[in-house]
């Protein structure tokens, strides 16, 4: 996926195409083909005209229309993944609501594990100024259909895994929010965090800068994409 060239960790580097080839597979909840899909719309996103319009709207819900190449994919969904890939600050509860009556909790967490992990994979292809990676050729295979039954309402959109009120000696929780919302779907939690891991760590970081730099970085990067976290 990436030339020897370019000074990436060769952990990096697995890990991408690891996860990569991961979506081609049917996850819990989706197809094979079905996720493959879900990266070619989160693509398509960010040159639809509708998801454009809404992003320089005041509110993104005051605008209808159709998004552009739907991809065979059920309305709904592609409309939640361009909404992710475009606008995911301004989400709010009443869609999500909305959303979920025509999907599962289930299913949304799913598609937000494949398209945030197809998200990252992409921005560093165009940090480092290579054309997108090819989409996998989708594998044959059946959802598994399963999720963590002991997941709980905690206050959030989805159930959560169950974490400790105590902090790590980061000054962080033990286990951040974002891995108990998506760890409904223990396959989706995994998806995400195998490719996020090589990108940062709160300690101990595995890259050319400081930690202290590392934190700077992240903290603009997230105030810049208007992190909920």
């Known amino acids: 996926m990436y030339p020897d060239h370019l000074a990436l960790s060769d952990r990096l580097k697995a890990a991408h195409g690891q996860s990569w080839q991961a979506i081609a597979k049917a996850g819990d909840f989706f197809t094979g083909a079905e996720r493959v899909a ?3 719309a989160a693509r398509a996103a960010l040159s639809c005209s509708l998801c454009s319009s809404r992003l320089a709207a005041l509110s993104p819900f005051s605008l209808l ?4 190449d739907e991809d065979g994919l059920d309305p709904v969904i592609v409309d939640v993944i ?3 890939a475009v606008d995911p600050g301004r989400l709010t509860r009443a869609w999500f609501d909305e959303v979920t009556r025509h999907i599962s909790q289930k299913e949304y967490v799913e598609i937000v594990s494949v398209v945030a992990t197809s998200v990252i994979i992409d921005t560093l292809h165009n940090a480092v100024g290579l054309s997108l990676a090819r989409l996998p050729a989708p594998q044959d295979g059946n959802p598994a259909k399963q999720f963590n039954t002991a997941a709980v309402d905690g206050g959030a959109w989805v159930p959560m895994l169950t974490g400790e009120d105590t902090l790590a000696d980061t000054g962080m929780p ?3 929010n974002i891995a108990r919302s998506l760890g409904l779907v223990p396959s989706a939690l995994t998806l995400f965090f195998n490719t996020f891991r090589p990108h940062y760590a ?3 970081i595995d ?3 400081s930690q202290a730099q590392a934190e700077f970085i992240a903290a603009r990067v997230s105030a810049m994409n208007e992190c909920f976290y």
């Open 38 to 40: 879900f990266v070619h």
């Open 207 to 209: 890259l050319s800068i």
């Open 82 to 84: 361009h909404r992710i």
């Open 65 to 68: 229309g159709e998004h552009a």
């Open 202 to 204: 709160l300690k101990d």
């Open 174 to 176: 033990r286990v951040p």
